[in-house]
């Protein structure tokens, strides 16, 4: 399936020089929408990737960390916006392509030496995919694989991720 064609791009969003990747036209298609989780699911398995838990954040991982931790078994653990949480949190501020931004974690997330798999919509610089895996690690979490429907290749963000399984659908 050619998920880039129901990928639209907006420019010059959220600021002027920016082309956003937006999901929303590939969330409407219903094969689509099955391809990509299904996809992504599959990418891990074939991989060999086990997981107790998957962790989607705000906001559009919490749209696919759902389905593909049914799909891979596993629970599914929330990554949010600072003040979101009810319980104690920890906390970790990254950079963004264009400012920064703080996401949090439960820190009774995960069982000791819990297997995650972390999932979002697409990586750019990856500052919010490195921050995750922080998170995850501070909650006593081990990542085991990391997942984006688009990856802006030019960015570098794979190089800020540890060593692990990285699965994505698109590149540009």
């Known amino acids: 399936m050619d998920l880039k064609s129901l990928i639209r791009d907006i420019p010059d969003f959220p600021k002027p020089g920016i082309v956003f990747r937006d999901i929303t036209t590939l969330l409407r298609n219903p094969e689509g929408l099955r391809y990509t989780i299904d996809t992504l699911a599959?990418?891990?398995?074939?991989?060999?990737?086990?997981?107790?838990?998957?962790?989607?954040?705000?906001?559009?991982?919490?749209?696919?960390?759902?389905p593909i931790a049914y799909q891979l078994g596993a629970?599914?653990?929330?990554?949010?916006?600072?003040?979101?949480?009810?319980?104690?949190v920890y906390s970790a501020e990254y950079d963004l392509e264009y400012g920064t931004?703080?996401?949090?974690?439960?820190?009774?997330?995960?069982?000791?030496?819990?297997?995650?798999?972390?999932i979002d919509?697409?990586?750019?610089?990856g500052g919010t995919a490195?921050?995750?895996?922080?998170?995850?690690?501070?909650?006593?979490g081990q990542v085991?694989?990391?997942?984006f429907i688009i990856e802006l290749r030019d960015l570098g963000g794979r190089q800020q991720l540890p060593d692990v399984p990285l699965i994505t659908l698109v590149d540009y």
């Open 130 to 140: 490195a921050a995750t895996v922080k998170l995850v690690e501070q909650a006593g």
């Open 101 to 118: 931004d703080t996401l949090e974690v439960h820190q009774d997330a995960f069982t000791p030496n819990s297997q995650v798999v972390i």
């Open 144 to 147: 085991v694989g990391i997942g």
């Open 42 to 66: 599959q990418k891990f398995q074939q991989a060999g990737v086990g997981a107790d838990y998957v962790v989607g954040m705000e906001s559009r991982g919490f749209i696919f960390g759902p």
């Open 75 to 88: 629970g599914f653990v929330p990554v949010r916006k600072p003040g979101k949480l009810p319980a104690a």
């Open 121 to 125: 919509d697409l990586i750019a610089t």
